[in-house]
């Protein structure tokens, strides 16, 4: 079966800029996390959806948010990017929240 | 708060040794503990998810252990090889009520080089 695909692999923005990351959870996974992972900070949690419905959130600036449509897909924004937000973002998906996650291959944010 | 801690930050080992990685948590209130496997640059890949009520899972030459007690998990990896070079990272899933939600909290990995 697919995994979960998140989309798109490489972004480069420009200070100030917002973007918009997309996650497409495993077929029947109703939970979807997403994560950013930093060389510094390593993998810190942003927000669950399931159902979507906001279920958790991580502790992150008010930049971040996020959105599950009915088809249990989900996207994450920020805007006004500032050169800190550069990072890995990873999405997970699980069939219910703590089932065991399978994670995308990420988004390389790159903020200039 | 749960913090999740790894030991030891990197390991270089010649191909064929066995080895164990140390994951240790504060918060023994968990739901499952799950062993990811990272290489540079690219997602987590899920090697092995041992639910609380557990003691160990097996897959190939993978083998972890949970013991919620002490707040420790160990995998061992058997007979290792270069391709297992990779970072290896543990993540605890508590249940602590609403603000455990689908979050994973993860311990900072271990680098694992094997070569040949």
């Known amino acids: 079966k697919a995994g979960v695909t998140q989309t798109p692999r490489y972004l480069i923005k420009t200070r100030g800029q917002q973007v918009t990351l997309s996650c497409s959870p495993i077929?029947?996974?109703?939970?979807v996390s997403w994560y950013q992972q930093t060389p510094g900070q390593g993998l810190q949690f942003l927000f669950e959806?399931?159902?979507?419905?906001?279920?958790n959130k991580g502790n992150f600036p008010g930049r971040f948010s996020g959105r599950q449509f009915s088809n249990s897909r989900s996207e994450m924004n920020v805007s006004t990017l500032e050169l800190g937000d550069s990072a890995l973002y990873l999405c997970?998906?699980?069939?219910?929240?703590?089932?065991?996650?399978?994670f995308g291959s990420g988004t390389r944010l790159t903020v200039v | 708060k749960q913090e999740v801690t790894q030991i030891p930050a990197a390991l270089s080992v010649p191909e064929g040794e066995n080895l164990v990685l140390n994951c240790s948590f504060t918060?023994?209130?968990?739901?499952?503990l799950q062993w990811f496997r990272q290489d540079p640059g690219k997602g987590l890949t899920s090697l092995l998810l041992?639910?609380?009520?557990?003691r160990e899972q097996t897959s190939g030459r993978l083998n972890a252990s949970l013991d919620k007690s002490s707040g420790r998990s160990t995998l061992y990896i058997a007979a290792s090889q270069p391709g297992d070079s990779a970072t290896y990272l543990c993540?605890?899933?508590?249940?602590?009520?609403?603000?455990?939600?689908?979050?994973?909290?993860f311990g900072q990995g271990t680098i694992l080089t094997v070569h040949p």
């Open positions: 997970a998906s699980s069939f219910q929240g703590n089932y065991g996650y399978t």
């Open positions: 077929s029947g996974h109703r939970s």
């Open positions: 959806y399931f159902s979507e419905t906001q279920r």
């Open positions: 918060d023994s209130a968990i739901y499952n």
């Open positions: 041992i639910q609380s009520s557990q």
């Open positions: 993540a605890v899933g508590s249940n602590a009520g609403g603000t455990s939600y689908g979050k994973l909290t």
